[in-house]
């Protein structure tokens, strides 16, 4: 079973508005963290955001913020005021721990975001 | 300087050829990470070093190689690969492995196998 799932192979979002990328997942680790990644057609991966299970509001980051949902274990991405640098993959990852006490980060299979001018 | 560098960015290869990735980091971390990302496909785990040494390995065929010398350089050896092994190859560190760390990732090298 996907422990990350991204449903939206493909979004697109006029210039300005807001958008919400989607991302549910699958642990039975209790202190978990999650993650987004914006990957531009350059390749590298830039790390935009963090949400700890535990954390009690939701994150943000600038024009980035995370709406995460435990019970529904949903952790959407809200960009707002999109700009047309936004154009790229977006990946959700979790970092879950295991029996032995370490960690593993899992990535979903990403959504491409096309903004429009 | 950036934070995690990767040479080459672009690579294309024969099957019988040998080439090898490298990865920088100047973040003073000492875990990193080999990672492959195929098309349309979750990100895989290769290989993770921690301190130099390495500490995971998930079932990657003997073909890929890894080295990690000092713990801000990482190499990817590579030798008679297959068609199939195209893919971008990302680089990333962290402060430590298994902790709840966030990792940074390098630009990639996109790797074309003939």
């Known amino acids: 079973a996907q422990k990350i799932t991204q449903t939206q192979p493909g979004m697109f979002v006029q210039e300005k508005e807001a958008v919400t990328l989607d991302c549910t997942y699958d642990t039975s680790d209790p202190s978990y963290g999650l993650f987004w990644y914006k990957q531009p057609s350059s390749g590298e991966m830039i790390f935009l955001i963090y949400q700890g299970s535990y954390d009690q509001q939701n994150a943000t980051e600038g024009r980035y913020s995370l709406n995460f949902q435990k019970a529904r274990k949903s952790a959407n991405l809200v960009i707002s005021a999109s700009q047309l640098g936004d154009s790229a993959m977006y990946f959700c990852?979790?970092?879950?721990?295991?029996?032995?006490?370490?960690?593993?980060?899992?990535f979903g299979t990403g959504t491409r975001l096309k903004v429009l001018a | 300087e950036t934070g995690v560098t990767q040479t080459p960015r672009h690579l294309v290869m024969g099957m019988t050829n040998k080439k090898s990735l490298k990865c920088e980091q100047h973040l003073g971390h000492n875990a990193m990470y080999w990672y492959k990302q195929s098309a349309k496909k979750p990100l895989e785990l290769m290989f993770v070093?921690?301190?130099?040494?390495?500490?995971e390995n998930n079932s990657v065929p003997s073909r890929f190689s890894p080295e990690c010398p000092n713990s801000s350089h990482l190499f990817l050896h590579l030798h008679t690969l297959q068609p199939e092994d195209s893919a971008l190859y990302l680089c990333?560190?962290?402060?430590?492995?298994?902790?709840?760390?966030?990792?940074?990732f390098g630009p990639g090298t996109r790797l074309t196998v003939l």
């Open positions: 990333a560190s962290s402060q430590d492995w298994g902790t709840p760390d966030t990792q940074y």
């Open positions: 070093y921690n301190f130099k040494e390495q500490t």
């Open positions: 990852a979790m970092r879950e721990g295991d029996t032995s006490g370490t960690y593993k980060y899992i």
